[in-house]
């Protein structure tokens, strides 16, 4: 090959293969003339007459969306058949005139309008678009009787999604809209776009969205014959359309209704699972909202309302939302502690109200402290000062880990949007946190001082509420660790066949039954005789919790006084809990967003919870706030 | 007294200096055909023509800035951008969001990007550096480490997987390999194993891309998918005949019975609109850019400004041979837009980036000349 290298050997060459290049691209080209002359002139009659019988077009029929119920059968959305009045653009001439003409007859809001001129722009061409939606069967008559007057115009029964239970479990549930230009690129890169033929709806948020392509279902078709016009005159074929999957969820609507409205007013969440499966029994972030609003389009004026309310209902707080853990962190630090061998349950200090660590003061929020303090009174009176040296002695590494293989500071993957995109991290603190979210060296280092306020769950920790419970079910579980989930099996509407989501758990922490049931020993005793005492008083099940306060405001050494702090700025409640202790049915993280201390606001909401779910009691309301609760906890 | 006429005149000058007319003449005629074929397809409302004449608008200014670096300056950018090229399709590889299967988009915060589109360009643009670098002392082993480096992101693309894309990526590379002087032996020896391995090389395919060639030859086994789209297309081509129904007149096209009707089966609308004698003038103006891009990279001064202007110009050939092979039913459908006619504006920056380069090496010959 010594050619190669002689410049002008090679630039004939290049001119060689330049003039091949040609003969290529013309012998190609003259391939595709070959076939367009075969096709539009040799073939061309036989096209012609195809085209012209092209009166046969296939109609897609959209399928019947996949039916939502509960854990007992509940319909949580499902759909109704209801007619609208639609119009064809491309057929129906002037649009403007047509619409006014028709609202000589049936009733058309100035909001109908402006939908229609939306629904217009994002609307692919030649599809009909609602101008009236719900039509009374008095209108539907009405407009039949002037049909004539109106090409183009058609009255048609759609399906519609309804949420019957409103907003309750509206951010589980989500809702569907209207197909928009992101949801097409969806469709198309899961390849899915002869099945979304003349589908206009499509899950956004929730569940809705994350089991989009079971609930929907495959699209049917129908042969149809069709005048000049486009009209269908003849059916000639008709291949059904296959309904989407049933999905049967772990939630229970009526515990979640409960739930929802212990919160009241408040703003929080709540997530409660079942400590063998994984599954979520509920799941709140209040405030809430109506799904029922989106599925026609959400007019301007609501999603104003909802999307610029000051306490964002829109946010799942459930996994969104990242929090503190307050002291709801000490028992699973003093498991840690027990599976590293760093302390006994017996081993005690002796707690002077303080931890001096270099010139630093971190305190204890008893004055004078709790005198000897061991394991058990360390979580029933969520001594500070017990965690503190804890910590230090652990080291931040150790702490991360255990509190990792937990899942805190990860996504769950629990089933809601499109992927787990949608869910936060929260932040599991550690040495290698710290290098990648800081930018400069200094910041970047981790100092053993910020290690010393992470046993106490606050420093760099937030987690969500989902992360929380989820942990707490793996302690009730004895480290058996399940994906929270909220659908436990999809339903084949056809076969009746059933899929479970999530049969398996995804690990096994092998945590030491012995050190197990000394936290659990523990966490009964926080209800019995400790911080969440007042809120489970004479409770006919035995409880494990812990409550905990995360600060949202720091006072710089001030002593803390309720009142005296705006209501933003007053700390979040926190509760952690599982019952019944010994066999655990139920096991709950929650969260109230500028609730005071835990044992005030966040355990009464548990003890309904857990009352309704073991007792089936009923509460009526909202749970109250018990100002007289006891806090021990931290205020560092 | 300022010459006003003057320093407009110069001023004017300066502006055009690196655009070479022959080429922008041609591609202004085939976007023309394009924004009247796709008012015709969505013609209820100009929305998406409006949209797409400012898609051009944006892409040619992206050209006359491309055309004023001179080749040289280009040279510098193929390391630099084939390994931002390579590095994401990786990150796509490990982070990429799975979307059904098919890991193409890389999530950046506040978009997602493809990164396949990237190496469209970086591809020709680092094996012409490679070879340029190399020109003095090209050995057959030189060969092997541009087939390497073809082969790479190659590999990356056809994984994800985009086979339509990786084509064309492989394609890009290949002419250049080809131009360089890859031996007939080699070429002959790949044809013939290549077509030895074609059933192994079917085997690998993914279940989809078996299911589209197998509706290329028989249409009626995905009547709402790719098969009535193929149905579709061939009756509208077929139908419009010798000289066409007519502009607007498309009884296919307007009673919605051509998919994609704006984007990647345009030609069908087209064709059925102004027959076969639109299809050959559409000929004649791609052979025209070919033609061009090819005298462009036959008087080009230097080895890396000669494959890759070659590189680019066969690259604009690929796209159009396989689109209108695609609709009219000859090839399987792969998503491949038809250049300067489809919709979209990420193609379209793609392309002018290509009609950029071919400029500037055809401009800044003449400027050495002077």
Redesign the interface.
Known sequence: MGDFNNPEADLDRFQFRLGFAVVFVLLAFAVLLGRFVWLQVIQHDFYQTRAEDNRITLIPIVPNRGVITDRNGVVMAHNYSAFTLEITPSLAGKLDETIDALAEIIDIQPKDRKRFKRLLDEAKNFESIPIRTRLSDGEVAKFAAHRYRFPGVEVKARLFRQYPLGAIASHAIGYIGRITDRDLTWIEESEKQANYKGTDHIGKTGLEQHYEFELHGDTGYEEVEIDAGGRAVRSLKRIPPVPGNNLKLTLDAKLQEITEQAFGDRKGSLVAIEPATGGILAMVSTPTFDPNLFVDGITPDNWKELNEHPSKPMINRAINGAYPPGSTFKPFMALAALEMGKRTPQQAISDPGYFNFGNHQFRDDKKGGHGMVDMYKSIVHSCDTYYYILANDMGIENIAKFMGSLGLGQRTGVDLGKDDSGESKGVLPSQAWKKQRFKKPEQQKWYAGETISIGIGQGYNAYTPMQLAQATATLANNGVMFRPHLVREIVDTKSGEKRLVEPRPIRDLNLKQRNVDVIRHAMVGVNKEGTGARAFAGAPYEVAGKTGTAQVYSLKGAQYKEHAVKKELRDHALFIAYAPAENPKIALAVLVENGGFGAQSAAPIARMVIDYYLLGKLPGGAAKEDPAAIEEESQE | MIDFAGTVRRGWQHLIAHIDFPLLLITVLIMGVGLATIYS??F??S?RMLNQAGNMGFAMVIMWFVSRIPPQKLMSFAIPLYIAGLLLLVAVFLFG????G?K??L?IGVTRIQPSEIMKIAMPLMLAWYFQKY??????KHFIVAGLLLLIPFALIAKQPDLGTALLVGAAGFFVI??A?L?WKVILGFVVAGGSAAPFLWNMLHD?QQRRILTLIDPTT?????G?HIIQA?????????FGKGFLNG??T????IPEKHTDFIFAVY?EEW??LG??LL?VL??LL??RG?MI??AAPT?FS?LLA?AIT?GF?TYA?IN??MV???LPVVGVPLPFMSYGGTALVTLFLGIGILMSIQTHRMLVKK
């Open positions: 397809a969505t209820d409302s929305h969001i799975k979307v059904n098919a193409r988009w999530s020109e003095a002392t090209l050995r057959f080809f131009f002087g031996p989809y995905d009547p709402l998918g790719a009535y061939t009756i509208a081509i077929g139908s419009g005949g010798a009884t296919q307007h009673l919605e019975f064709s027959g076969l299809n050959g000929l791609y052979t070919i033609g090819l990279a036959s080895l000669r070659g066969l050939f041979f209108m092979g009219s039913g000859i």
